[in-house]
């Protein structure tokens, strides 16, 4: 069965600094890949997907994350971050030919201060 | 286009009862995926519907169910009620089982006391 681990469970960091929130996974057969972003009291919003192609992926409001085979990684990274990006963050997978069931990771809290 | 839309958003139960959710997919979507999010165990899948089958089920016991309707609109429901059936319960959509990017709803969070 495939698993997902995200470590870090809060990641304080200021504004404009840079960060990393990273997930690893496990699984015997090949997987998408994704991360899901949650503000308080909604629902999750796709941040970015990895299903082919290009290694490095990248989100319309600057984060990227980069698929790595070798280290079964899929880390989420964004070089300056602004306090609006306060939220908790999920990384999930999803097996190819395995429908639309997600195994999510525990999620990542990232609290921007000034 | 309007999103995913879960009813009631926020409702109050006591043990013992049922309750209903519903889910009405992105217009087009066929495929209608439930998942339970809680403090202690996260985010789980519960189940996912296409074209009014069932494809995929989550470890869950047989008082969580659902089913969908023709124009794939979802409904899930968890009888005799227990406290650890609190939750947030999330309906995501996607267009086909094989597309792999859903849209989630805000939620429908599940308080039973």
């Known amino acids: 069965a495939q698993s997902v681990t995200q470590l870090d469970s809060q990641v304080p960091v200021f504004e404009e600094a840079p960060v990393e929130l990273r997930c690893n996974y496990s699984?015997?057969?090949?997987?998408?890949l994704f991360w899901y972003v949650q503000y308080p009291n909604q629902g999750l919003q796709l941040l970015l997907k990895y299903l082919s192609g290009s290694t490095l992926v990248e989100s319309i409001n600057g984060f990227e994350a980069e698929f790595n085979k070798s280290q079964t990684s899929f880390h989420l990274r964004k070089p300056s971050v602004h306090i609006s990006d306060t939220a908790e963050y999920f990384c999930?997978?999803?097996?190819?030919?395995?429908?639309?069931?997600?195994?999510f990771g525990t999620g990542t809290q990232l609290k921007v201060e000034l | 286009k309007a999103g995913v839309t879960q009813t009631p958003r926020y409702l109050i139960k006591t043990r013992g009862q049922q309750v209903t959710l519903s889910c009405s997919p992105i217009s087009g979507h066929r495929s209608v995926s439930w998942y339970q999010q809680t403090p202690g165990q996260g985010l789980q899948f519960l189940f996912e519907?296409?074209?009014?089958?069932?494809?995929n089920k989550g470890n869950f016991p047989g008082r969580f169910s659902g089913r969908q309707f023709s124009n794939s609109r979802s409904e899930m429901n968890v009888s005799t009620l227990e406290l650890g059936d609190s939750a947030l319960y999330l309906c995501?959509?996607?267009?086909?089982?094989?597309?792999?990017?859903?849209?989630f709803g805000a939620g429908s969070r599940l308080t039973v006391l």
């Open positions: 699984s015997s057969v090949s997987v998408y």
């Open positions: 999930a997978v999803i097996l190819t030919g395995g429908g639309n069931k997600l195994t």
């Open positions: 995501a959509s996607s267009w086909d089982s094989r597309a792999n990017v859903l849209t």
């Open positions: 519907y296409f074209s009014e089958t069932q494809r």
